[in-house]
Every structure is written in structure tokens, then in C-alpha cells.
């Protein structure tokens, strides 16, 4: 039961990051998460790929769990 509960909830927190990442991309195309490694990323790119992952590994976890 707490492991769908947990899957549920990583599922959900992927889809705000998401939709996060839109409204960044939409409304504030100006906002730079400066990466000290190589290059300058977008700040939606980040919410975005981070929601996506998050759902990545909630699916992956279900897939194992069956």
C-alpha cells in the first residue's frame, strides 16, 4: 500500500516539475540556471527534464514491482 502511495506521489511531483517547466518556458524565457561544468541551460529544460525522469523512474519501479 505505501509503495503505491510513494509511486503515486512521484508520478504527480513529475507532472508539477512538468508543468513548471512550461510556464518557465512560456512566461520567463530569460531565467538561466548557470551550470558550472560546460554551458549556460535554460531554466525550464531543467524542471522539465526532471519531471520527465521522475516519471521515468516511477514507471521503471512499477514495471519491477510486477
Known amino acids: 500500500m505505501l ?8 508520478i ?3 507532472i508539477v516539475f512538468i ?5 518557465f518556458h512560456k ?3 530569460d531565467s538561466w540556471v548557470f ?4 554551458m549556460p541551460v535554460p531554466e525550464w ?3 522539465s527534464a526532471l519531471g520527465a525522469s521522475f516519471i521515468i523512474i ?6 519491477f514491482a510486477i
Open 45 to 47: 529544460i531543467i524542471y
Open 58 to 63: 516511477a514507471m521503471i519501479s512499477i514495471l
Open 19 to 23: 508543468l513548471l517547466g512550461t510556464y
Open 3 to 10: 509503495r503505491n502511495e510513494l509511486l503515486t506521489i512521484i
Open 27 to 29: 512566461h520567463d524565457q
Open 35 to 38: 551550470n558550472r561544468a560546460w
Open 12 to 14: 504527480f511531483s513529475g
